[in-house]
């Protein structure tokens, strides 16, 4: 496929490969255009939407993980979970981390020193990360299902109503705007999330330097 910006994107196997990955500008746009549910609800929710939503509900050391966790729909689009097969979703994980990889070489906001550290290796693919997200995705589907008026909101777990109220906020928010404002708003959300993740580094390398002691190496609160 050729983005928004004209990157040319291709998988692996095809002969126009070229490890080309689409640019933050093209993630944004594109979620933020592309409807969630399969437009089977009374209000639209966007991926962008729902990408802010998940970030809201982790652990906030995998904010920038909950905000790219879709970020491969701005390549092959919004498929329910239920019709991908297995060989499919993993193709979509590989394709995850070399987005997510991309996005970080070629962010102004990230230091070269910092580009490969562990630490944002840890906040964006380790386990916990990818639990965190997975679990506050699930509470943030069924949230947006009611927010939005899904007919079958049986079919969908109660979930706190802390969680419903973001969804609400959120969906309420944007169904005002155009889709040109909310590829702002989660461009302006990524960028924050990039923002906190290297002051965290650089004050937990601080830290580490008095008494050895990271935040990325203490256990994770309990589960919300």
């Known amino acids: 496929m ?20 689409p640019s933050l500008n ?14 089977q609800t009374e209000d639209i929710v966007t991926v962008a939407t ?8 982790v652990d906030p050391r995998f904010t920038l993980a909950a905000l790219l966790h879709d970020s491969i729909e701005c390549v092959v689009g919004d498929r329910i979970g239920t019709w991908k097969t297995d060989h499919e979703s993993d193709i979509e994980d590989a394709l995850y981390r070399r987005i997510c990889e991309s996005v970080i070489l070629e962010s102004d906001v990230v230091p070269g020193d910092m580009k490969n550290h562990p630490h944002i290796t ?38 706190p109503r802390a969680f419903v109220e973001t969804a609400e906020y959120m969906i309420e928010a944007h169904s005002q705007v155009m ?11 990524i960028t924050s999330a990039l923002n ?26 309990a589960d919300r």
């Open 50 to 57: 729902h990408s802010i939503i998940v970030s809201k509900l």
């Open 122 to 159: 840890y906040s964006l693919f380790s386990d916990d990360a990818m639990r965190a997200v997975e679990k506050a995705d699930y509470a943030a589907v069924c949230c947006e299902a009611v927010a939005a008026g899904h007919s079958d909101r049986s079919a969908f777990t109660r979930q």
């Open 196 to 221: 906190e993740l290297v002051e965290q580094i650089s004050e937990d390398e601080r830290r580490a330097t008095l008494d050895g002691a990271t935040m990325f190496t203490q256990p994770i609160e």
């Open 2 to 21: 050729i983005t928004y910006s004209g990157r040319r994107v291709f998988p692996e196997w095809d002969a126009r490969h070229t490890g080309e990955m």
């Open 26 to 39: 093209d993630i944004c746009r594109s979620l933020s255009r592309i409807i969630r549910f399969a437009g």
């Open 179 to 189: 889709f040109e404002d909310i590829e702002q708003d989660l461009s302006e959300y």
